[in-house]
């Protein structure tokens, strides 16, 4: 029986491994996140917005790090983050750029984060944290730099 529950751990692990770098799943928002992924490095929660917090795991998908939340129930992702100062958005805009953003450009999650505009393939900017942002210009605009990279519900 135990010999039965190892080797089961093993398999679990090595289809975990394969599965995130294959990434054969869509990772999207709204898309099923493959439940052997679910059974293992589970239950850290994340934040997925202001007084939510879903499960996660860190996943490298491509050679890229992201964080990856799903909805308990449905196991639907919810959301994804990345920090990986690899990741290009199709923009070509990266971890580190410097952004002059209009103000009304600019939305705040109070206690969370601070995003601009999306990309064209929907990424938001993460520009702060916890509403600490620069203050604007005389012209309403604010200069940023990109810490990371969100989807969200």
Known sequence: MARTRIA????????????????????????????????????????T???RTDPCRT????????TIAWN???????YIYTED?????????EVGTKLVLAEKDIKSYPGWLVVGSPTKDGWLPVVGRDNNLPKPDAAG??????LAFAKMQ
Do not use: H, M
């Open 85 to 93: 100062p690899t990741f290009k958005t199709e923009d070509n805009v």
């Open 141 to 146: 605009k604010v200069k940023v730099e990109i």
């Open 8 to 47: 089961l751990f093993i398999l679990l692990a090595f289809a975990s491994i394969a599965c995130a770098q294959d990434a054969s799943w869509n990772l999207r928002i709204g898309e099923r996140f493959p439940r052997e992924l679910t059974l293992t490095s589970y239950p850290r929660l994340c934040t």
């Open 72 to 78: 308990a129930e449905t196991r639907t992702i919810t």
């Open 49 to 51: 917005a202001p007084g």
């Open 59 to 66: 996943l490298t998908v491509k050679d890229v790090d992201y």
